[in-house]
């Protein structure tokens, strides 16, 4: 049985010095796991706001945990990293009050449409400044839609957190049940206040005829509908980095594991897009130096043959890479000489260390071509 998931609500007591997450609200949510589609680095974007007078929409997408500096004022009072609204006032002093309906608003790009599975509003630092509630809708556009085409009158709008109250200062987490596929999101906040980021977890699911017409793409980049299923650590960073767009600029910006003191060995298993042929790898150990892996393997698995890809000693995992040696902070090129097709893609790094990005060059089988449109058309997709 799935443990329910906290609910934060009401002020948090005021900052008082020292850690500013000293105090903070937060728990363990069962969908963070997966891949931010508002992400900056994916091309995620906060489009329009109706408001942004104290702190600018932009900060709803940072990568990096809200800051606070208690030292901070500019000319409109304090500065906060976050989205922050004026304070709405009623329509008279006999009626000083917002009216139960008044709200402002964001509207927000993912970076990669996808399905959401659940979303973070984390008022961070908004301690006595945060929204009484939020809610949220959603909606599947494609192209490069205005924020004027996507408040049209005739844009369906798809309701994925109904109006909630929330807490300030904590991370409210919402989970989604509605398995569609979306391009963008309206951020709610009634009546008014900050919010200090936005995170959609779900998974990616782009235009099938987009990659059709690529031909040959990364087939486990995350914006082309890859993901890191499962790994053996994820003590430094989460798996799904080393699948990000660009190149690691940090070390914290690929996944890297703990040092190992025992004689095993660290992995992740990754999903493709869909069924494919590898031609290409890149493992890339940029900004690894000290601790890059010594080693690497690659190994592949066709799940549509009804082989189980969490069973790691299945007979149906194929070596597609063997165990070959890495150099620190470098981009490590193999070409693949008839890889057979496959689903899913397993790197076993020896013994530990880093993997900045992990690139699989190739294209899609007609299966799996006809499995990605069946999933598009599933998703509402056109």
Not at 57 to 78: A, M, Q, V, Y
Not at 88 to 107: F, K, M, Y
Not at 161 to 187: D, E, K, M, Y
């Amino acid at each position: 049985m799935t443990a329910p998931i906290p609910r934060f609500t009401g002020d948090a007591a005021p900052y008082g010095g020292g850690d500013p997450y000293a105090d903070y609200r937060t728990a363990d949510l069962p969908f963070t796991h997966l891949v931010d589609l508002a992400d900056r680095r994916l091309g995620g974007s906060v489009i329009a706001a109706n408001d942004e007078f104290f702190a600018e929409r932009e900060n709803l997408l940072k990568p990096e945990d809200p800051r606070f500096d208690p030292e901070s004022f500019g000319h409109k009072g304090k500065v906060m990293d976050g989205w922050e609204t004026r304070r709405r006032r009623g329509a008279s002093a006999g009626t000083p009050h917002p009216a139960e309906d008044d709200h402002d608003w964001a509207l927000i790009r993912l970076g990669a449409p996808g399905v959401v599975h659940g979303i973070v509003v984390d008022t961070a630092h908004f301690r006595g400044n945060y929204p009484r509630a939020v809610s949220v809708e959603a909606t599947a556009v494609d192209g490069t839609p205005s924020p004027e085409e996507l408040l049209a009158d005739d844009v369906v709008w798809t309701e994925l957190v109904p109006r909630t109250q929330i807490g300030g200062h904590a991370a409210n987490g919402f989970p989604v049940s509605v398995r569609r596929r979306f391009t963008h999101l309206r951020l709610k906040q009634h009546p008014d206040g900050g919010i200090a980021r936005l995170r959609v977890h779900g998974e990616a699911a782009p235009e099938p005829a987009w990659l059709t017409a690529l031909g040959t793409f990364d087939l486990v980049a995350l914006e082309c509908g890859g993901a890191a299923e499962d790994a053996s650590d994820r003590f430094y960073s989460p798996p799904a980095n080393s699948i990000g767009p660009g190149r690691s600029r940090r070390m914290d910006e690929g996944w890297e594991t703990r040092r190992r003191r025992d004689t095993g060995h660290d992995w992740v298993r990754y999903r493709l897009a869909a069924q494919g042929t590898i031609r290409a790898v890149e493992i890339d150990t940029g900004c690894y130096k000290g601790n890059a892996p010594g080693w690497a393997a690659l190994y592949g698995l066709d799940a549509t043959t009804g082989a189980d890809p969490a069973d790691p000693t299945a007979p149906a995992w194929t070596e597609l890479l063997p165990r070959t040696r890495l150099q620190p902070d470098t981009v490590h090129r193999f070409l693949l000489d008839a890889a057979p097709p496959v689903t899913h893609v397993r790197i076993d790094i020896y013994p530990d260390g880093g993997v900045g990005r992990l690139r699989l060059h190739g294209s899609l089988t007609e299966e799996g071509a006809r499995w990605l449109a069946a999933r598009h058309a599933e998703l509402g997709g056109g």
